[in-house]
Structures are given as structure tokens and as C-alpha cells.
């Protein structure tokens, strides 16, 4: 039986007591309450934003669009009728069409009556006596939950660097990931983008349209791809729809998630000029393609990489002018290791009157002053708007912002100080009846997050029934278990080129004392088989534990 929502412990401390409490309402936060509340349970989401979407709610930065194999796919696909009655525009849905997508599905699936918008989880402790999560929220609510779900999103955490000065700007100033929900005015203005990651990358060729001028400081040079984005062919998408079963199906069996299979040639069965040519045909239709469905060994093979860099360079020398600007903005790491960009215009944005590109490697950043940004070499940039488009503390960050404490008071912080482990990516030992979603371990970023988001909630579900029909309430992971995990996501990480080295967020490179370790388990598809391998032998790698 579900504990009644909102019942009161006590009339005194006025606590509440759930099921489940899920921190987040973005993909992953709306679809584990939409599938926990279905199988019966009590359960209510909290989020700190206005409204519902998580990362689309707060990225409204100009140029903002989903750039994985998109619409139809970069959606739910839990309901094969909100399959049949969403349409898409465009390959590629912009932000404000995800975030229309899931305000339908909130409505749809009356999620708003179990959502705190507004509203932050400021502290969980698990109360080892009572065996539940003690969580408080800012709104000054206490809740008693016999489960916590962490959605709390891979890139949510800004990451806003310490530059000297930064107090003192006296213009408009925001971050990409953290974007006012009014419209930003550029026209006339003199504006300043720092980062030239995925977001730096969508913002500068339209926030260079509209501004006076605009100055882009670049620290990295990054391989960007044409996005590629088109209109969705009607009869693409109602064959999609048509045999919804068979595209799901083989979603689940892709990569990346996407309905494409993984591709079986290798760089060494084409020669050179074969090579080229589908090369040319990838870069042209634009998109992930080239990287992921060009040849299977471009992220092992480090020729491969390298040749596939070499023809990045080429198409970027073709699309800058001046060579000055040129040579500032020919990348030089191994191609993938770094997020893959994708862009609309981005090189040609430099060919404009308008645009400064200025190199941080030749003269960084001495200070931000009131009037803008001056480097070591004393330039002096005039701003009237600061943008930082300097990404995240991703993976982890933010369930180490979150802290929740575990048995006997343990900080998650302090449990991972030299180590993010975890077991499956979705529990760790010391903090029961905790889930996580997209945590660090699981294929996260790395694969569909809309549908990950569902088959891990799902999985959580299916955990809990076992568990009550076990007649248990608790479940924890066993160190033993965390372990072997740990092995098998640097195992797997070792057959790439991802490692803790690349200079990359998915290592923790770009935050100033973060430890760094690789913290996606690669190959996603293969995640969801050992989940269920895990359900079959019983929650293998758990310990259950009775009520009291
Ligand atoms: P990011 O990829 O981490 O890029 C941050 C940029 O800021 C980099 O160019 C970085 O330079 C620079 N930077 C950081 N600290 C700096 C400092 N102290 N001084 C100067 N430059 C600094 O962040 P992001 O662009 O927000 O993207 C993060 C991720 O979000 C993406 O990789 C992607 O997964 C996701 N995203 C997705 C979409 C989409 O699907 N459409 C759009 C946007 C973002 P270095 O490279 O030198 O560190």
C-alpha cells in the first residue's frame, strides 16, 4: 500500500511521509514519477527551477537545440500514444520545442499535482533507525521517504570560473546554463562570450547576427560538425510511428540509442579515397554521423582518429579567411574525446566584420574590470554583456552539491573524495535505498538520456516491487559489488580512447581540483542487459534488509 500523500507524522514536526521523494523534473525526474506513482507508489518530485524541463527549462541561451540524432528519437518512448500524437518539426528540435514537448507530457500525465517547482531539496539524511530518508526542502517542508531518487541532471551544475574582477562588471552578465527567461537584447550591444564548448558554439553565430560586436574568448579550439539540421520528413516520421515496436527495439540495441546500427566496417576495409569519400558524404548531411557511423574504430584506432582530424581541419581551413583567425581555431586533440559539437555557421561566424576571436593559450584573461575584459598583454575588451558559456561540473557535480548523508552520517562528498563508485551507476554502498539517475558509471551522456532515463527509472521500479514482495525495505550495495564495477567501467573505457586523461568534462578535467576519472560506462545498450541480469539473479550485488 502507498503511504498516503502528505500524511502527517506528527501534528508537532508536521513531517510528511512519502514513498518516494525524486529530486528533479526533467526527462529523468518526470518519467520516474509518472512510473513509480503508476505502480502504485506515493511519490512527489521537487525542483529548483520555475517549471518543468530541467536542462531545457534552463537553457534558453540563443541557438539552443537538441543535437543528438533528434526528433522523433530524443523523446519518451514509453507511450506509444504520445508517440503518435507529438509532432516534431525538425531533426534537430530547438529548446523551446523540447520544452513545449514536455509541458505537454506533464499535462498529459497530470505529473503537476506531484511537483514542487521552485523548490530545492536542501538536505537528505538517511536515518538509519527509522531506515528512511529524512529530506528538507527550502520551502521548509520535512519529508519522511522510505526512497530517494536523484535526477538531478549530468549538466546542472554551472561551472562558473574564478576569474579576477568578476564582481566589479558593471554590465549584463549571464551564464549559458542559467539563462534569464526573458529575451536578452544584443542589438547594439558590445558582448563577450567566454567558452567555445557546445553551448559557445550554438550562442556565437546568433548572438553575432544581432550585436554590435562580439568578442569570443577561446581557450580550447574545438572540432565542431555542420548540425545538419532539416525539416522531418512526414513520411519518415509517420513510417517511424507506423512501426513504433521495431524503432524502439532497435534504439534499445544502438550505441548511442539512436535507431542506427553500430557500423560494421572498420577504417582499414576502404582505402584512403573510400575513406575520403564518406567522409565528404558525412560531413555534408551533417550531424553526429561522421564520427558514429563512418567506420567502428574511430575512437580506438588512433590513425583513424587522427586521418578523420586531419579531414575536421581541412573543412575548417576552407571556411575561415583570414589565417591569423585560422590558425587560432584549428583543434588539435583526438577527435570524439572531447564532447562532439555541432554547430550552425559557426567557422564563418569569424568572417565577419563584426566578430573578434581572441586566443586565451597566447594572452589569458588578467582580469574582468567594469567596462569589461582586459588580458595579460593589457588588451583591453569593451563589453556591455558577459557571457559565460563555461559548461559544468558535469556527472558528478551535482550529487555532490546535493551531499545527501548515508549510513552513520556519511557525506557523499567525503565518500567520494579520491573515487566517484558506484554499483550500476545508480547505487552506492553506504547510502540505501538511494537511486540515482544518469549517475556517474552509467552510460548517461553517452546514450539517448530520454530513453536511458526511462529504462533506469524502470528498473528502479521494478527494485522496489521486489522488494516489497520479498517482504524487504531496504536495499544497499555491497562493496564487493561497487567494486567490480568500478573495474568493469575502466575496463571497457580502456578498449577507447576515453580515460581520466582526455582533457575533457567527461574525465572532470575542466574543474580545478576535481579528481579526474572517466565516468561514463561506455557502450550503452550492453548497460541495460547487465541491469536486467542483475534483476534476474535476485539484485545480485545487494543486500536486503527487513523493516524493523
Ligand atoms: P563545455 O563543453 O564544458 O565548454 C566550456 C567552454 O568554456 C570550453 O571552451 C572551456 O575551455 C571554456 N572554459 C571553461 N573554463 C574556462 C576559463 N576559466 N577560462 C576560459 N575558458 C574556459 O560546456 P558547454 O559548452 O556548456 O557544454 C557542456 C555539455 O552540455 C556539452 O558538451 C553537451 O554535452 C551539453 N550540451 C548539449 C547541447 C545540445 O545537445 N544541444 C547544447 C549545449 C550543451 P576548455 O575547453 O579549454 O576547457
Not at 300 to 307: F, P, S
Amino acid at each position: 500500500m502507498p503511504e498516503e500523500q502528505g500524511q502527517q507524522s506528527t501534528a508537532a514536526d508536521a513531517t510528511q511521509t512519502l514513498d518516494a521523494v525524486v529530486i528533479g523534473a526533467g526527462f529523468g525526474g518526470m518519467y520516474a514519477l509518472h512510473s513509480l506513482r503508476e505502480s502504485g507508489l506515493s511519490v512527489r518530485a521537487y525542483d529548483a527551477a520555475g517549471g518543468v524541463g530541467g536542462t531545457w527549462w534552463w537553457n534558453r541561451y540563443p541557438g539552443a537545440r537538441v543535437d543528438f540524432p533528434g526528433g522523433p528519437f530524443y523523446c519518451y518512448t514509453f507511450s506509444e500514444e504520445l508517440v503518435q500524437e507529438w509532432d516534431w518539426s525538425e531533426t534537430q528540435p530547438d529548446q523551446a520545442s523540447v520544452l513545449a514537448y514536455l509541458n505537454y507530457v506533464a499535462d498529459k500525465f497530470d505529473l503537476r499535482r506531484d511537483i514542487h517547482l521552485e523548490t530545492r531539496v536542501t538536505s537528505a539524511h538517511y536515518d538509519q533507525a527509522a531506515q528512511r530518508w529524512a529530506i528538507e526542502t527550502s520551502a521548509g517542508e520535512k519529508i519522511n521517504a522510505q526512497f530517494l531518487i536523484c535526477a538531478l541532471g549530468t549538466l546542472s551544475q554551472t561551472n562558473m570560473p574564478d576569474i579576477a574582477g568578476f564582481e566589479s562588471f558593471a554590465g549584463e552578465c549571464y551564464h549559458t546554463g542559467h539563462w534569464p527567461q526573458e529575451k536578452v537584447e544584443f542589438a547594439g550591444k558590445r558582448v563577450g562570450v567566454i567558452g567555445t564548448g557546445s553551448s559557445g558554439i550554438q550562442a556565437i553565430p546568433v548572438i553575432a547576427e544581432e550585436a554590435a560586436h562580439l568578442t569570443v574568448f577561446q581557450r580550447t579550439p574545438q572540432f565542431t560538425i555542420p548540425a545538419g539540421n532539416r525539416p522531418l520528413d512526414p513520411a519518415f516520421v509517420s513510417e517511424a510511428r507506423k512501426n513504433w515496436a521495431t524503432v524502439r527495439d532497435q534504439m534499445m540495441k544502438s550505441p548511442l540509442g539512436a535507431p542506427y546500427p553500430a557500423p560494421k566496417l572498420s577504417s582499414r576495409d576502404h582505402s584512403a579515397e573510400q575513406r575520403r569519400e564518406l567522409y565528404e558524404k558525412l560531413w555534408r548531411k551533417g550531424g553526429l554521423s561522421i564520427l558514429f557511423d563512418s567506420y567502428s574504430d574511430i575512437l580506438t584506432n588512433e590513425e583513424a582518429n587522427a586521418e578523420l582530424a586531419e579531414f575536421m581541419r581541412a573543412k575548417i581551413r576552407d571556411l575561415v579567411d583570414d589565417p591569423a583567425v585560422l590558425e587560432k581555431l584549428l583543434p588539435d586533440y583526438q577527435v570524439g574525446t572531447k564532447r562532439q559539437v555541432l554547430d550552425k555557421g559557426y567557422y564563418a561566424t569569424y568572417n565577419r566584420d563584426n566578430v573578434t576571436l581572441v586566443d586565451l593559450r597566447e594572452d589569458a584573461i588578467e582580469t574582468i574590470t567594469p567596462t569589461g575584459i582586459r588580458t595579460v598583454a593589457g588588451e583591453e575588451h569593451a563589453l556591455d554583456i558577459l557571457i559565460f558559456a563555461t559548461g559544468y561540473d558535469a556527472i558528478t557535480g551535482a550529487f555532490v552539491g546535493l551531499n545527501p548523508r548515508g549510513r552513520g552520517g556519511i557525506s557523499l562528498k567525503d565518500k567520494w573524495a579520491e573515487r566517484f563508485s558506484t554499483y550500476l551507476g545508480m547505487t552506492i554502498p553506504e547510502f540505501p535505498n538511494l537511486f540515482m539517475i544518469h549517475g556517474p558509471e552509467s552510460p548517461s551522456v553517452l546514450f539517448n538520456m530520454p530513453l536511458g532515463a526511462e529504462l533506469q527509472s524502470d528498473w528502479i521500479r521494478d527494485c522496489i516491487h521486489y522488494l516489497r514482495e520479498q517482504g524487504q525495505g531496504v536495499i544497499e550495495p555491497t562493496a564487493a559489488a561497487e567494486e567490480a564495477w568500478g573495474q568493469e567501467v575502466a575496463e571497457i573505457a580502456g578498449q577507447t580512447m576515453f580515460s581520466a586523461d582526455i582533457d575533457s568534462w567527461y574525465s572532470g578535467a575542466n574543474i580545478p581540483g576535481k579528481h579526474r576519472q572517466f565516468t561514463v560506462y561506455l557502450g550503452g545498450p550492453n548497460f541495460y542487459r547487465r541491469l536486467d541480469e542483475v534483476a534476474e539473479k535476485n539484485y545480485e550485488g545487494f543486500v536486503l534488509e527487513k523493516v524493523y
